[in-house]
């Protein structure tokens, strides 16, 4: 194994036009062959992609792909260890590996990642990060995806590899809202509804697919998250100029765990008012590219 720092190519097979046209063909096959699709989101520009559950090798290789069908150039985070591998690192390095040394000599390359992603954040790349940062069991995710975000001026980009579906690929362009635990959770409660590989090894813990939702009650929702915070059903209706938002609809909402209903006394007077869940705010995100 090399004992030479790997370092992050600027150039790639991304920037060499008849090998991804080669590749493209490929991944297009064998996704049709194998009854996988992409997602129907490829957002422009540059983005911090995160992609979870990571819990099989097989997550980078589905995420490539659907990156290549998207002709998006992208650049993954992978263990250093692999990219010393004779033979095999410099081909890792060619496909956008970008080097993680997690040992303790590894401090600060946050700031060599984050001066990479400035000088390439005009282009449309994608910077795949797996915030669980193995493929076996964690209990918390790493977030230096959050910062690199964050310190650039750049939305985070969710991805998935969904098992169950046979899905690969951006879901929802996320604006950082500048609280990080609550970016951090609604974030974490979207990946809930996606099936890893070996889902009993992922985190968040798989809680199943999100429920099935009508285009009226995802107005609801999204004029709720534009309210942010707690509405009266006439709020509701009225943000999302919709009158086909019936009291009977929410409580359906409830019931379904995307709504929360509370009840105040006013003047004698029982008033129910409504707010998303974070079961709501997660399958919210799967609903809508963007909430910006």
Known sequence: MSKTKPEIRDQTIFDVRFIKGVLKFVFLTWFKLTG????????????????????SNWDIIYALGAAIIFDVKIYFSIKDSWCRMPLIGPIILWFGGIPIDRSPQGQ????????????HKENRIFFLFTPEGTRGTVAAWKTGFYHVAQDCGLPIFLAKVDYRTKESGVFHAYQLTGDKDADIAAIQESYKSVYGKFPLRQFPPYA???????????MAMRALYSIKGVATHAEIAAKAKLHEITAEMLDFMVAKGVLERMKTVVDGKVILSYRLTLAGNGCLLHLTPSLA
């Open 36 to 55: 996988w699709k992409t997602t129907n989101l490829a957002p422009e520009g540059a983005g911090i992609t995160i992609a979870a559950p990571h819990t």
């Open 208 to 218: 199943g697919p999100i429920p099935k939702i009508s285009e009226a009650e995802a």
């Open 108 to 119: 600060g390359q946050v700031n060599q990642i984050k001066q990479f992603v400035e000088r």
